[in-house]
């Protein structure tokens, strides 16, 4: 399949670029539908999610989260809703060959800042419900290794499927927010930049983008969408790495929750449907590609494996593969509570649990994970979470010593599911095996009985005199994780 659609970065285009208005007064064109048009602007956000009726279930809150369906449905979601949009662009005058932008807010400059067209109050591009200072251009995403922008943590992952992976977890069947177990969760592209970028534009007080509910209604998610499913597919070319084989994900379609809509608004259907098999190649299966290859830049340089201090247990000669078991090794015994400061926590290893692995039968990965993850509503504040970060921390101290993010991007839907799924809550999982080399070859960490985990507010990048817009205290909004728990693989 030849390539005439080429999505374009929307840094690299003026404000007033044909292939930006033409998304603007296509986007107008699609609100003034009734929302019971398929093709409408409400129809196809609802699709995604909603908190009202309409339009009725099947079709409305299908988004695949906290799993292995999560890139392959929102691929599929995009792509519908790209071809919706291009008709309505020729329509209105504009060229056939019109393809989506896609916002790599990782580009450096100023490209962490919401693009100027979403922040004009005369477009439709413009909605109010966002994070203080984005709209007047006054905040920008957190950049640098730990920061929300970038997917270096992702890139590191050579495995698409499990858990703490590239990917996400492995289920047989869809549902919109997984019960999130041992086995099921998101994986590390959708934490970051996936989950925190919502965070970071939704904020404290009903952006839209903040919950998963309303997020397909900013013009903007459309853009951070196709930039996730590029990273996606940059993944695969940069690690030379391959999706799913199993049956579950490779033959799976999403009729069971409502599935998709043609540019007329017909349901496909029949052998028009897509699998996850069917989306894995864009430029030779559906026809769209990038203007350019831009990688995330890489993180901290790793370090040789070395040996960690007792009672961990040597690096084994030949690591065991995919399928080791999962033991915990150590865990908290009290919830963690946050509000929008910075709080440390001690993770004491159990001497008996480490003593009973068997090396040869292991990986050697070390897993930090977030239990329980609970909240009212998003706060819209993503934390930093790091290993043995000194009192008063440096730069390259927060670089070295940064484990991931913590978002609680999707709580009101773990919370309160829309279908028949059951409460419940979130749950994080991070790969330390990297960091635990760094921190044990610089001598930072000598007690290998005892990992110091530190939440720290991740700020947004603001100017002196707005500081006040960095960071979010969120008092009336705690997060409660209930359990810090480490892994050894």
Excluded at 92 to 102: E, F, I
Aim: overall charge negative; hydrophobic content about 35%; glycine content about 8%.
């Amino acid at each position: 399949m030849t390539n005439p659609y080429v999505r374009v970065d929307v840094w690299s285009l003026a404000p007033n670029d044909p292939i930006i208005t033409a998304y603007a007064d296509a986007v107008r064109a699609m609100k003034a539908r009734h929302p019971s048009d398929p093709t409408s602007w409400a129809y196809q956000a609802a699709m995604h999610g909603t908190q009202d009726g309409s339009p009725p279930t099947p079709p409305a809150n299908q988004c695949q989260h906290y799993s292995w369906y999560f890139l392959p449905w929102h691929r599929m979601f995009v792509y519908y809703f790209e071809q919706i949009v291009r008709v309505q662009v020729v329509a209105n005058g504009g060229p056939a060959t019109w393809a989506l932008p896609y916002w790599n807010y990782d580009g450096g400059g100023d490209a962490n800042k919401l693009p100027p067209a979403f922040r004009d109050p005369s477009s439709p591009l413009y909605v109010k419900q966002r994070a203080a200072g984005f709209n007047d251009g006054t905040v920008g995403l957190p950049t640098g290794p730990t920061g929300i922008t970038s997917a270096w943590q992702a890139f590191d992952l050579a495995t698409f499927t499990g858990v703490g992976e590239f990917g996400g977890g492995e289920t047989n069947s869809p549902v919109q927010f997984f019960a999130v177990n041992d086995q099921i969760q998101a994986g590390q592209l959708e934490n970051t930049p996936h989950n925190a970028v919502h965070d970071a534009l939704g904020g404290q007080h009903g952006g839209l983008m903040g919950s998963p509910y309303t997020a397909a209604l900013d013009p903007i998610f459309w853009l951070h969408h196709a930039n996730i499913d590029r990273l996606w597919l940059l993944w695969e070319q940069q690690t030379q790495n391959s999706d799913p084989s199993d049956q579950n994900w490779t033959g799976q379609n999403f009729l069971s929750m409502g599935g998709f809509f043609d540019v007329n608004g017909n349901a496909i259907q029949g052998n028009s449907v897509l699998t996850c098999t069917d989306v894995q190649n864009p430029p030779t299966q559906l026809g769209y590609t990038y203007d350019k290859q831009t990688f995330p830049a890489p993180g901290p340089s790793p370090v040789p494996p070395v040996s960690w201090p007792p009672p961990w247990p040597a690096p084994p000669q030949a690591a065991a593969g995919p399928g080791s078991p999962r033991n915990m090794v150590g865990a908290t015994d009290r919830p963690v509570r946050l509000v929008g400061q910075t709080e440390t926590v001690p993770v004491t290893i159990d001497d008996r649990a480490v003593a009973s692995l068997q090396p040869a039968r292991q990986q050697h990965r070390v897993f930090l994970d977030l239990d329980h993850i609970e909240a009212e509503r998003n706060p819209g504040q993503v934390y930093g979470v790091y290993l043995n970060l000194p009192g008063q921390p440096t730069d390259a101290d927060l670089t070295d010593d940064f484990a991931g993010n913590l978002s609680l991007f999707g709580i009101e839907a773990a919370r309160h599911p829309r279908r028949d799924e059951h409460p419940h809550s979130l749950r994080v999982s991070f790969d330390i095996t990297r960091l635990l080399d760094r921190l044990a070859a610089a001598g930072s960490w000598t007690d290998g009985r005892r990992l110091q985990v530190t939440f720290r507010p991740t700020p947004l990048e603001a100017p002196p005199w707005r500081e006040d817009l960095a960071a979010t205290a969120h008092p009336d909004l705690p997060i409660t994780i209930g359990r810090i728990s480490v892994h050894y693989v």
